[in-house]
Every structure is written in C-alpha cells, then in structure tokens.
C-alpha cells in the first residue's frame, strides 16, 4: 500500500535522489533514497535482502510504498543510517562520515555487524582502536568494544583503561554498557594493580642487573668507594641488597609508585614517579646523587616497567562474549 498519509521525509543528499530504486527508513521517519547496487556490493546481507521475491501492492496488503519505490524499515536512527550509508557508497559520491561521536559510532558498528558489512567494520576498528585514540578515549573504546562483542579490541582498550583511576569519573556512554561488563571492567584493573604490588616484597627481579649495592650505590645513599652521602631509611622495609638499607628519597620513590600502582597500575605511573625522584634528588644537597640519580633511575624505570608489563600481561580480562 502506498503511504498516503507518510509522517516521513527525506534525507539530505545523496540519500534523496530522484533515480534511487528502494528507500531505507530510520526509527524516527526518515527516509534514504539509495541504490541497491551499491548496497549490495558492500554487504551480503543487503545482496540477499534485494534478491527475494518482492511481494507487489495487488498481492500483499503489507507492502509500503512511497513515490513508487519500495520501503524498508530499518531499526536504526537517522544519524546512524547516513553514517553507515555513507559508508557504502563510492566515496567520489558521498562526503565520507568522520564518526567523531562516539555513541554514533557505537551504533555504527552494531549496525555494520548487523548487515554483514565486514569492510566497513574492519575500517572503524583500525581507526577508533588506534594508539592515539585508545589513549585520549580508552574508557569510551572499551564501551564501543562491548556494544559490538568484539573480543580482542575490549581487552586491548582495557589495557589503556589502566590510566584511569579505578573508579572512574562518570562519562556518557558508560551508560551503554551493562553492569556485568564493568564489573568486568573494574576487576580486571585491580587485578593488575594487585599483580603489580608482589614487585615490592620480593626483590629477585632486580638481582641481574644490580647484583649488589655497587652496581647502584646511589640507591643506598652511598658514593662508589662506599662513603654515606644521603640519609638512609631506618624502616627496613627495602633492604635491596644484604645488610644495607635503601636512600630515604628512594623508599619514597617506591612507596609513592605502589601506592599509586593501586589506583593506576601502568607505565606512565612508573614514568611519573621516577621524575618526581629525580627532582626531589636534585633539589637535595647532595653532591654525587643529583648527578649519579638521573640516568640511574631512568635505567632502574627501564627495569622496573618491564616487569610491570610483564605481571600486568598475565591478567586476563574475565569478559566472554
């Protein structure tokens, strides 16, 4: 039947053209003029749709047409629809959608999963799962991974979401994931800042490259020859090496990384942290230290990041889809 009393309009161009031969309608009563040629050359899904007998007004009472041209229904809004659209289309006809929101985004990859688009899911993938972009939005990929069960980009975007406190401040579109996924979410990230937290009551990690306090006299407050040149802790909580206890500014240094490796167990924290020991050292007034600290504790950081990493890649992510 055709839509005599049709709520609908039209897309903007190119979804308005007067040659297109089916029109795609969004949840909220917009209409796409396309070409099926198109469509179905980007998805199987569409090659399939417009292959089937198509029912014609005289023989069904369900059919819906406008201006002659079949309707199709379609669950998606109209912003997700001329994005998607867009998407198909020869890019010398279309300007290409930038996908820069993230909840059309989202929507995006659903519907690309939906209708069999492999390419254009595989497009969105390589450019929202990107090293740039996980680490600004690392909480938002891991939400888009979740809306569309992609397995291996959630663990990868958990992995960034290690930069974040544990409890995260609230963003939009954490409310498009589901309770059990943050669980998920959260569990995996004090997991790694547990993992990371035997480091500091076991210190074999560190006996290939500093053997015994010589190899990092300035870690116990002590010049090469042996002399005492910094304040050293009375705590005994980090007896690096037999009989010797660790500079004071080096117990803070690890108290302060661990403590923060609790609320962000990455590398950045390491790097953070090793900075602000390096400038405390230079501040001091000790003579040897505050040449020998910098380029030390940047090695020691070396060492120390990757065994952070390497605890940190043992933790897995507990989210099947």
Not at 190 to 206: E, H, N, V, Y
Not at 246 to 251: H, M, R, V
Not at 283 to 295: E, F, I, N
Request: proline share 6%; net charge negative; hydrophobic share 40%.
């Amino acid at each position: 039947m055709s839509d005599s009393q049709d709520p609908s309009s039209y897309a903007s161009p190119p979804f308005d053209h007067e040659k297109a031969d089916v029109i795609l309608r969004s949840s909220n009563n917009v209409d796409f003029r396309v070409f099926k040629l198109f469509l179905s050359l980007a998805s199987p899904f569409f090659e399939t749709l417009f292959n089937l007998p198509q029912p014609s007004e005289e023989t069904s009472t369900d059919v819906v047409t406008k201006d002659g041209l079949p309707v199709i229904p379609l669950s998606e809004d109209s912003e997700t629809l001329d994005s998607l659209l867009r998407l198909c289309y020869p890019c010398t006809l279309v300007e290409i959608a930038t996908l820069e929101d993230f909840r059309v985004l989202a929507n995006v990859l659903e519907a690309a999963k939906k209708y069999s688009l492999a390419e254009i899911k595989r497009m969105a993938c390589e450019s929202l799962f990107s090293p740039e972009i996980l680490e600004a939005n690392s909480l938002r990929c891991f939400v888009i991974a979740c809306r569309s069960c992609m397995q291996d980009e959630c663990a990868l975007a958990a992995r960034y979401t290690l930069r974040e406190p544990l409890v995260p401040t609230w963003f939009e579109e954490i409310e498009l994931i589901t309770s059990t996924e943050l669980l998920a979410l959260l569990t995996y990230h004090r997991k790694c800042g547990t993992a990371i937290q035997t480091l500091k009551d076991d210190f074999s990690w560190m006996n290939t490259q500093y053997p015994q306090w010589t190899a990092a006299p300035w870690m116990v407050g002590k010049t090469p020859s042996g002399s005492p040149c910094c304040t050293r802790s009375s705590s005994r909580r980090y007896r690096l090496f037999p009989g010797t206890e660790a500079a004071q500014w080096f117990e803070a240094f690890m108290d302060s990384t661990f403590l923060d490796m609790q609320d962000k167990p990455c590398v950045e924290t390491v790097h953070r942290n090793i900075e602000k020991a390096v400038q405390t050292v230079r501040q001091g007034d000790c003579r040897h230290c505050s040449v020998a600290v910098p380029g030390g504790m940047r090695d020691f950081g070396v060492l120390l990041i990757d065994k952070v990493e390497e605890l940190i890649g043992k933790v897995e992510l507990d989210l099947k889809f």
